[in-house]
């Protein structure tokens, strides 16, 4: 397959770091910290589906996405598509972080007055590009950004990416839009899913089997993958092969559901409830004694790779 | 600027013609259709602009969520289907990718009513008004002839920055309008004036409205107000509230289900502003039917001699007492308060 270079557009300020993969499995920790306070106080949310994407979102925002806090418009910027628009606080932790809006905004999440919605909205969150929470709707989408960045002479230089649940795969618009990215020949979308197999009345395979996603992509003539969706050294590494593709890319995420709280991890029962004021507490106990460990082995220099 | 037209000819004609000039004068403006791009009459622009025209095939919620995708990086897409399923099949795309974003997308929705004819129920589409003026933010254009038509595609690029939906149709229609309006304006426009009876018209309908009232001035001596309803929403309420003030009654002439869409809008007016009776002519509780365009029209009523019959039943019921108009705040959104 012919690769093409991997532009190196006017760099943001952020782009200059490139966090090592241990300081990525620490930034996946603080975010996941970021998403129990905000729905202990929101006392409403999906907090299971955002813990299964914590690791994907945070080799995007801190290490592969190209964009700029400080310019959200900046228009080379890479783009990232929540179709899981539930998942919602994963993304406005990531985006808190590095100052789109002040991290206090958090604890407004779900209350009239916040500008964060239940799910995204890009006419009220910075950083938001487009607004989601219809499963379905994103990946075709993102299929329609591609196209505007290819008739503004940005198709080799910003990649789309999308985060797609199992229930956007159940969806039949999904495949709407794998067939049109793959008909329009759109070279800079990642179609990545959290395949985390729960969704609300039971297992993806008890409620409607989605089968092998990534033989579905396939199929459907993309580049497709599958990796574990918690290994970030292979994270890291799809995402950036996915970029220099010259077709669009799937990368298939085996995730687990509320992945980092034990008593959540792979559990049925837990979506779109929010913990209680226990289960919020045992589920900090255990994410700061990950960071503190964390903290501790890249002090004695364990951060190199 | 193209010529107007004086024959006959569909409105869906002067989508793909007003697209081609819009394509021409701005460069963020794309098209998008779902197979129907002969039909729509976008394949016009398909041919001129290849670059910026995307055919989606038949799948057209990914098409409106395509729009979406474009719309919110910067251009102005048309995108264009039947109506059945520029409403209907992607009500749930439109909502939120287009609408609750308040995107500058702007759906082109052919072969709408029964007047479709031959394809019958499944593709004739007599809820989309009803659905598309519930829609918030959503505002809904049903041009009465080709010359209005191109006047509202071409207009409707800096008409306003939030979603549009723009209804065309399929047969050859008489042209209303001599000249190609210098403006939509605020969509209503008297093109007869009367004094005993006002009909609001829109699409497909107008025309037969004109009919109506030749018909009843000569049959009956009876004057007849003929208003095209362009814009069925944001409704002009103070043009209809005045003719309503002037005549006492009214009655509506819609290819559409009488609930929800024109015949609802001048209702919603007029109770809240001025409580005159006001009938509507359109489709009752029911699907269309197979045949031509015409004979399907002829089916349920939807002809001049239909607005005639209609209008007799609302002469009689008309209050012989009238009373001062409640004027409210004027060209409101409809569905909104009336000013306290």
């Not at chain 2, 497909?204 to 009956?220: F, I, K, P, Y």
């Amino acid at each position: 397959m012919h690769l093409k270079p991997v532009p190196d557009p006017e760099a943001s300020a952020l782009a200059a770091q490139e966090p090592s993969i241990a300081e990525l499995e620490r930034y996946a920790t603080i975010l996941r910290i970021n998403c129990v306070r905000m729905l202990a106080v929101a006392k409403s949310g999906h907090l299971d589906s955002s813990l299964s994407a914590a690791d994907i979102v945070a080799a995007l925002y801190y290490r592969e996405l190209r964009h700029d806090p400080t310019k959200p418009d900046w228009p080379q910027r890479d783009r990232f598509v929540l179709c899981k628009g539930h998942a919602a606080p994963i993304q406005y932790a990531a985006l808190a972080e590095h100052g789109y809006f002040p991290r206090q905004d958090l604890m407004g999440l779900r209350k009239i007055g916040s500008h964060l919605q239940g799910h995204p909205d890009m006419n009220r969150t910075p950083g938001v590009e487009v607004s989601t929470g219809s499963l379905g709707q994103g990946l075709s989408m993102c299929v329609g950004i591609c196209l505007a960045l290819r008739l503004d002479g940005l198709q080799d230089t910003a990649q789309v990416f999308g985060l797609l649940s199992d229930g956007d795969c159940q969806e039949g618009e999904t495949w709407e839009g794998a067939a049109a990215a793959a008909h329009f020949e759109v070279p800079n979308l990642t179609a990545i899913v959290d395949y985390n197999h729960l969704q609300t009345d039971g297992t993806t395979e008890e409620v409607q089997d989605t089968g092998d996603v990534r033989a579905k992509f396939e199929a459907f003539g993309w580049d497709s993958i599958e990796i574990d969706g918690h290994d970030m050294e292979a994270i890291v590494e799809a995402l950036q092969r996915s970029r220099t593709l010259r077709k669009p890319a799937a990368l298939v995420c085996q995730t687990k559901k509320g992945r980092g709280v034990s008593f959540m991890e792979d559990r049925f029962g837990f979506h779109g409830k929010p913990p209680s004021q226990e289960q919020a507490e045992e589920a900090l106990e255990e994410l700061e004694a990950k960071l503190a460990e964390q903290d501790e082995a890249l002090a004695a220099g364990g951060g190199g790779e | 600027m193209a010529e107007a037209k004086t024959d006959p000819i569909a409105t869906r004609h002067a989508y793909g013609d007003a697209l081609v000039a819009l394509g021409e004068a701005h460069e963020d403006v794309v098209a998008l259709d779902a197979d129907l791009a002969v039909s729509t009459q976008s394949i016009k622009f398909g041919k001129k602009f290849p670059d910026r025209f995307f055919n989606c095939g038949a799948a057209e919620a990914g098409m409106m969520s395509m729009a979406c995708g474009l719309a919110a990086t910067g251009k102005v897409p048309y995108a264009s289907s039947f109506a059945v399923f520029a409403s209907g099949r992607s009500y749930d795309q439109v909502r939120l990718g287009i609408a609750h974003n308040e995107l500058k997308v702007r759906i082109g929705a052919s072969h709408g009513g029964v007047s479709l004819g031959e394809d019958g129920a499944s593709h004739q589409m007599i809820e989309d008004i009803a659905l598309m003026r519930a829609m918030p933010k959503m505002q809904v254009i049903v041009p009465a002839d080709y010359n209005q038509a191109y006047r509202a595609v071409v207009d409707s690029y800096e008409r306003i920055e939030e979603p549009l939906y723009m209804r065309f149709g399929r047969p050859s229609t008489p042209i209303v309008y001599g000249e190609i309006p210098e403006t939509l304006g605020d969509g209503v426009d008297v093109l007869r004036e009367g004094k005993d009876i006002s009909f609001f018209a829109c699409g497909h309908m107008v025309w037969r409205a004109l009919e109506a009232a030749e018909t009843l001035a000569s049959e009956d001596g009876v004057e007849a107000e003929v208003l095209n309803v362009a814009v069925v929403k944001p409704l002009a309420t103070e043009a209809v509230i005045d003719s309503l003030a002037k005549t006492g009654v009214g009655v509506t002439a819609e290819e559409h289900r009488v609930t929800g869409g024109l015949a609802d809008a001048i209702r919603e007016a007029a109770a809240e502003q001025h409580p005159v009776p006001v009938f509507a002519l359109g489709m009752n509780d029911e699907f269309g039917i197979s045949g031509t365009g015409e004979a399907c029209m002829e089916h349920f009523g939807l002809t001049a001699a239909g607005i005639v019959d209609r209008a007799r039943e609302a002469l009689l019921l008309k209050p012989i007492v009238s009373h001062p108009p409640i004027h409210g705040s004027g060209a409101s959104g409809s569905g909104a308060p009336p000013a306290r």
